[in-house]
């Protein structure tokens, strides 16, 4: 069963317009990653964010997480027609084992 | 490096076949993990290895589905007898440390 679901499901915008992404899971993690999938691709990694952490920023995305609401979010400024994908959150629980929890990803659309 | 190599890259086989899908994980990783995605499930984890020895194998379907890793270079995932809800995108990824993953390009099966 998925642990994080995200909000939304799908996402439209302009280029140049900022896209803001969220995801919710259910149990206490250790860490926190968001994946990009482009169409017909496997999945890449693009930043990752512990559980004592609060913001991240890598380039033009910014994570931020609130583990006491259980939540994510991912920011992608300036957004450009490449970025066109599906994003996934992905939780690693705490006990030690190295799975890694998908949630349902959200489909963005960026318009040129 | 190549990153994870995945064959074949599609699979097209009758209920009742047997499939086997094959990946090559990147050189030095020590972990090795197969999802299947489709549309109402989104991304499971089926299986997940550490150092050749499968830790995690609570995701796998049923007896019809098995997963070998003979040596650090290799692994199968193999479906017998298939069936038409097999039917999805396979996905092998690996890593070293357990963090981070990298994706193949994953192997789409249609069972009919």
């Known amino acids: 069963s998925q642990q994080g679901e995200e909000d939304p499901q799908a996402l439209s915008i302009q280029e140049g317009e900022n896209a803001t992404m969220n995801c919710s899971y259910k149990?206490?993690?250790?860490?926190l990653q968001w994946y990009r999938q482009n169409s017909g691709r496997g999945l890449v990694h693009l930043i990752l964010?512990?559980?004592?952490?609060r913001e991240k920023h890598s380039g033009r995305l910014r994570v931020t997480l609130d583990t006491s609401k259980k939540s994510s979010s991912l920011l992608i400024t300036a957004s450009r027609a490449a970025d066109t994908a599906s994003y996934f959150c992905?939780?690693?629980?705490?006990?030690?084992?190295?799975?890694?929890?998908f949630g349902s990803g959200t489909r963005l659309l960026v318009r040129p | 490096d190549a990153g994870v190599i995945q064959s074949p890259r599609h699979e097209v086989t009758e209920m009742g076949q047997e499939v086997t899908l094959r990946c090559k994980p990147i050189?030095?990783?020590?972990?090795l993990f197969w999802y299947r995605q489709t549309m109402m499930r989104g991304l499971e984890l089926l299986i997940y290895?550490?150092?050749?020895?499968?830790?995690?194998d609570s995701g796998m379907p049923e007896d019809r589905f098995s997963a070998k890793m003979p040596n650090a270079s290799f692994s199968t995932l193999k479906i017998q007898p298939s069936e038409p809800r097999d039917s999805a995108v396979y996905f092998c990824?690996?890593?070293?440390?357990?963090?981070?993953?990298?994706f193949g390009p994953g192997t789409r099966l249609l069972v009919l």
């Open positions: 992905a939780t690693r629980a705490m006990d030690s084992s190295y799975k890694l929890i």
């Open positions: 149990t206490s993690i250790n860490n």
């Open positions: 964010i512990r559980s004592n952490e």
């Open positions: 050189s030095g990783h020590d972990y």
């Open positions: 290895f550490n150092n050749n020895v499968p830790i995690d």
């Open positions: 990824a690996s890593n070293w440390g357990g963090e981070t993953q990298y």
